[in-house]
């Protein structure tokens, strides 16, 4: 009786655990359709703390086609009703320069949206956030916001912009007109939702929505992407992906140890970065081979990999 009750528990806690769809698998294909940015909207929202309302993809209209391009690795470039661009990007993996990777996307961002001859004041408004599952730098919080204040050296005061500038930006300090940045970084999240953000937090984290829980979208969220409305085609793929995260992290995390050690006993510090650069290639290449040998699309690969369609054209050969 006691065996039939515990079983009767874990089947109930590993089936609630596989409701809803993972979000970046949701970002890159469900939430880009108008009828669901109701569910991008609240977690915007929320994290901003401001109203978003989203008015159309944008990137979808550029270079998707071309997995090396760096910034084609970005999950979702969005254009709120402001003009303002607003991008987010998931990422699975350790990177040593993903902090230069963020300044490349706004920058990126910035010139792709300005067209030649354009005055200055067209430069939109950028949003970057980045939803990480790693430990990305050195703190104590799950949440962090990076942006511009200009300070006086001498008096500590704010710059401000004019009154002309105010007419035609909806700003007052001068620092708002630059991009900001939202780093998430979920595994870190080891408390209780208490808040609104924290409720989006743990849902990004574990998969799972409380049905006590109150932040926008969420609800929205609980609805729109329960595995058991996915096709049978649509789940193949899903569980696929999830099973190349899972080895990908492994083989990952496996390559980076081996190389930080190798790093360690030759006592240089180049060898330690080569080591850890190497071990990030070859784990990459590793989850790609096996992604292969389970008939998973080339272009599903490069998403999940980041590798190019080149590189993984070239390990296909090579079986």
Known sequence: MIFKKYGYICRKFFMAKDTLIRFDWAVKRLLRQKTNFVVLEGFLSTLLNENIKIEKILESEG??????????????????????????????NRELDYFHRMIYGTAKAITDYISLGERYSTVRKIYSVHIVYFDLGQGKDYVYRG??????????????????QRKQFKYQDAGKLFPEYYVLRVDEFDKKAVTPLDEWILF???????????????????ERLRIDDMT???????????????????????????????????????????????????????????????????????????LSIEEIEKLRTAE
């Not at 990004?204 to 609980?222: P, Q, V, Y």
């Not at 330690?272 to 699309?297: F, H, N, R, W, Y």
């Open 147 to 164: 942006f511009t204040e200009f300070k006086g050296i001498h008096y500590n005061d704010t710059l401000q912009l004019s009154d002309n």
């Open 63 to 92: 270079n998707q086609n071309r997995f090396d391009d760096k910034f084609n690795r970005v999950d979702i470039l969005a254009e709120n009703s402001e003009g303002e661009l607003i991008i987010i990007e998931i990422q699975n």
């Open 232 to 306: 049978v085609s649509e789940k193949k793929k899903y569980y696929a992906h999830m099973e190349a995260l899972r080895y990908q992290r492994s083989v990952i995390e496996t390559n980076l140890f081996e190389g930080r050690e190798e790093g360690l006993k030759e006592g240089l510090k180049e060898g330690k970065k080569e080591g850890l650069k190497e071990g990030l290639k070859e784990g990459k290449k590793e989850v790609a081979k096996t992604a292969l040998s389970k008939g998973i699309d080339t272009q599903t690969i490069a998403e999940i990999t980041g």
């Open 204 to 222: 990004l984290k574990t998969g799972d929505i409380s049905r006590n829980a109150k932040a926008k979208g969420l609800a929205e969220a609980r």
